[in-house]
Structures are given as structure tokens and as C-alpha cells.
């Protein structure tokens, strides 16, 4: 069984807006970071939305604002609300999940060392 399951993405006019959900199939880490990563075409991976075990998030600059992260503890699921998305966040998205460390709490650095099979999200202008 995969440890993380994704659900969600697609594709969407610019300005529209979509959700995508992340199931862990068990308790990874009691101590943790999660969230997306994405990477676009040509473009290195970069963390999006982050959040910790004590609901402390992270967001990169381009989508403060816009995109919301959020956990159901009792669903072991992570849910990322994208809004008012624009062409440039068109990426395959991932879902991972690492221990809260030090990076963590003063960078707001995740390293992942699980991930999802990644959603395809797609903004047309």
C-alpha cells in the first residue's frame, strides 16, 4: 500500500479554482512535515504548502493568498485549496511528508522522504 495517496488536480480556466487531497495510509511520523511540492516543465521542484504536526504552515511567495493548506488529523488527510490559480501554476503536484526537523522550524524546509504519485493540475488562460 502506497503511504501516500492523492486525489483531485485537473484542468481549470485561469482565476478558477481546485482542491487536491492527500491520504496517509498510517501514521508516518507523530512529529511531522507535510505538504505539496510541484514542478512544472523545465523547472526544478519547489515546495508550495507545507504544514506541521502543530498546524504551523509554510507557503513559497507565489502562492501566499491564494493557496490554503489544511489537515484532518482523524483522516490522516491533507487538503490543499488552490484559488484563484493562474497558467503559471500549471505543474504535476506532490504530495510528501518528512520528520520536523530543525530545517523545518527555522526554514520552513521540508525534506520529504515519502511521496505521492503526483496530480496534474493545468491553468489555462
Known amino acids: 500500500q502506497e503511504p501516500l495517496v492523492e486525489s483531485g488536480g485537473g484542468s481549470v480556466q485561469a482565476g478558477g479554482s481546485l482542491r487536491l487531497s492527500c491520504g496517509a495510509s498510517s501514521t508516518l511520523y507523530l512529529d511531522y512535515c507535510m505538504g505539496w511540492f510541484r514542478q512544472a516543465a523545465g523547472k526544478e521542484r519547489e515546495g508550495v504548502a507545507l504544514i506541521d504536526s502543530d498546524g504551523r504552515t509554510g507557503y513559497s511567495d507565489s502562492v501566499k493568498g491564494r493557496f490554503t493548506i489544511s489537515q484532518d488529523n482523524a483522516k490522516n488527510t491533507l487538503y490543499l485549496q488552490m484559488n484563484s490559480l493562474k497558467p503559471e501554476d500549471t505543474a504535476m503536484y506532490y504530495c510528501?511528508?518528512?520528520?520536523?526537523?530543525?530545517?523545518?522550524?527555522?526554514?520552513?524546509?521540508?525534506?520529504?522522504?515519502?511521496w505521492g504519485q503526483g496530480s496534474q493540475v493545468t491553468v489555462s488562460s
Open positions: 510528501a511528508a518528512g520528520p520536523n526537523t530543525a530545517r523545518w522550524r527555522v526554514l520552513r524546509k521540508c525534506d520529504a522522504n515519502y
